[in-house]
Structures are given as structure tokens and as C-alpha cells.
């Protein structure tokens, strides 16, 4: 097959996040940022708080700026409303979840430990994100494969990948296991958000463990399928290339803008087969999505043929087409 493009699938994309799901995050803003929110949380992706700047909020592609200034006072207020019914605090990698909910919240410091930036990213339960994606992922589940999903930040990389899961799951049930590092895929509670279906889920909690984890799981629990967001920067390369070639299949998010940065990040090299900026080996992934936008991906079925096209500094043709979804309803 060669390329080809087909115009946009009509697939009903519908967000079951519970009234209750977005008031927890409005609830925790203090009065004044949660009279500006309330009429467009349903709409929002991000909220940014950072010190001596405007409250600024994201929306897809568009960013904007209230003029309302997140002082010192009113950002210490945040911090600790964030923070409300969190045992611990803050984690080890500065995030922090709701429980029964798919928000996260992240911030960062200055030397002193005082916290100067605040992000909330609005977690949604979407369902349809993947349904154009349905044909590709049921083949590779036949197969025994897994995916790569690779894309930018905010791309709606996580949000399409709880949408596999919960597709993966219809065929595998608790034979897919779900290695959730920063509790995005499906919640930061004991109990998992059902967006993912029969698939069972493994809490890291802290990014350092995630290596470890992946080893854990494939010794203890049996899985059929391994998935998980972020891999590839924290030691966990050498437990997937190690454990690939015992039947677990792989599906993952891969960070990079595009394929091309991804095949040319030489420490994704030993996951993709690539040896000295050659390839020698199968990739982890036999399929690749790339997440071109929200809704738009471009499927490369023969992720192997499309990484030596890269290689060769070629645009791959072979087994790649694209295809799209519709808003959520």
C-alpha cells in the first residue's frame, strides 16, 4: 500500500468526565480564579499560574490572558488548595492528582522550595478519540504487537492513549496491563477511572521507578500487553528490549514533534532497532500513530519499512496512511 490520504472519518467523539470530575478541579482554585474558570471548564485543556504574571488559560491552540495577577498571596493560596486531601503533598516529580479524576497538576520551585509555577491540565474522559483507529488497533492486538505513539506535547497524546486502552481491553481484558508513571492515564486514586475498561492498572508514583515497575509487572502479573505513557528516559529501555522477545507487546507514547525527531533521538535507538544509525534489528513497535493534531494521525502499519525510509533521509510511502475523527460531541 502507498500513501494515501482519505478525508476526515465521521466518529462521534463524546466526553463522559462527570460534572463532579470538573468541579473538583474548579474547587480547588481560590474564589476569584474559579469565577473566571467556571464558564469554560468544560472547554479548557490548561490552566497556567505563574508568579507575577496574569492567570493564563489554554484551549487547544488558543492562549489566553486575564488580568488577574497571581501574586505571591493568591499563589500560596493555590498551593495549598492543590494540595487539599493529598496525604503527602506534592510527589517526588511535582505532581499531583485528583482522586476519582483524570486532572493533573504539576508545579516548580525556585531554590528556596517556594512554589512559582503552578500547571493544571484539565483531564478528560474522551471516548471515540480512537475509534478511527479501531481497524489498527484490533490488528495489532491479533498479532500480538503493540504501538508507538509519538506526537508534541499537547497533542492529545494521553487522552488518545486511554482511548487504545480502553479498545485494547475489549479483546484482552486484564491481560493488558497499564504501567501509569504519573497516574495520567487513569487517575491518581487506587481505584482506576473506568475510561480504561477491564485493562488493569500498576501505580508508579514516582517517574525513578518506573524501570523497576515495568520489570515487576512482567514477572508478577503475566500480562498479555504492556502500556504506558513517557517511556524511554528513565532507565526502562533495557526491561523492554530485554522482556520484547517473551510475547509481551509494547504500546507507548514516544516523545517527539514528528517521526523524524523520533528515529533521530539516538536513545530511543536500542527500541527501534537501530544500531550505529543503522537499522539491524525489528523495532519494539511494528506500528507507529503519529498524532499529526487532535483527531488527525498518520498510521504507519510498517513501522520497521517507514524507520529505514527515515534512515535513508526519505519521506516514508510504504503502509502509511492518514485519517481523522470529529469533535467530541
Known amino acids: 500500500m502507498t500513501a494515501s490520504t482519505f478525508p476526515p472519518a465521521r466518529f462521534p467523539v463524546t466526553d463522559i468526565t462527570t460534572p463532579q470530575e470538573y468541579q473538583a478541579i474548579l474547587d480547588r482554585f481560590p474564589y476569584e480564579i474559579r469565577e473566571i474558570l467556571a464558564p469554560l471548564i468544560q472547554d479548557l485543556d490548561e490552566v497556567v499560574l505563574d508568579l507575577n504574571q496574569p492567570l493564563s488559560v489554554r484551549a487547544g491552540d488558543l492562549r489566553i490572558d486575564y488580568p488577574l495577577l497571581i501574586d505571591e498571596t493568591l499563589l500560596a493560596r493555590v498551593d495549598t488548595e492543590m494540595q487539599s486531601g493529598v496525604s503527602k503533598g506534592w510527589r517526588a516529580d511535582g505532581r499531583i492528582g485528583i482522586p476519582g479524576t483524570l486532572h493533573r497538576i504539576s508545579r516548580e520551585t525556585n531554590l528556596q ?6 500547571t493544571v491540565r484539565v483531564g478528560r474522559a474522551l471516548i471515540g478519540v480512537a475509534e478511527p483507529l479501531r481497524d489498527v488497533i484490533y490488528a495489532a492486538v491479533d498479532r500480538g504487537a503493540g504501538l508507538a505513539i509519538i506526537g508534541p ?3 492529545g497524546k494521553t487522552t488518545l ?3 487504545i486502552a480502553r479498545i485494547m481491553a475489549e479483546r484482552l481484558g486484564r491481560g493488558l496491563v497499564i504501567i501509569d508513571t504519573s497516574n495520567e492515564i487513569a487517575g491518581d486514586s487506587d481505584v482506576p477511572h473506568p475510561i480504561i475498561g477491564k485493562a488493569r492498572r500498576v501505580i508508579v508514583g514516582d517517574p525513578q521507578l518506573q524501570a523497576g515497575k515495568f520489570a515487576r509487572t512482567i514477572g508478577n502479573t503475566g500480562p498479555q500487553a504492556l502500556l504506558s505513557d513517557e517511556i524511554g528516559y528513565r532507565d526502562d529501555i533495557p526491561i523492554i528490549v530485554q522482556n520484547a522477545p517473551r510475547g509481551v507487546s509494547i504500546t507507548a507514547t514516544l516523545h517527539g514533534k514528528n517521526m523524524i525527531r523520533v528515529v533521530g533521538s539516538q536513545n530511543l535507538w536500542p527500541l527501534l532497532g537501530i544500531r550505529d544509525a543503522v537499522k539491524t534489528d525489528p523495532s519494539i513497535f511494528p506500528v507507529a500513530v503519529e498524532v499529526l ?3 488527525h494521525y498518520r498510521v504507519h502499519t510498517d513501522f520497521d519499512a517507514s524507520i529505514e525510509a527515515l534512515l535513508r533521509g526519505e ?5 502509511v496512511r492518514e485519517i481523522g475523527a470529529s469533535r467530541p460531541t
Open 315 to 319: 519521506t516514508p510511502t510504504q503502509d
Open 161 to 163: 492513549l486511554r482511548d
Open 113 to 118: 522550595h517556594t512554589t512559582v509555577m503552578i
Open 293 to 295: 493534531a487532535r483527531g
Open 153 to 155: 506535547p499537547a497533542a
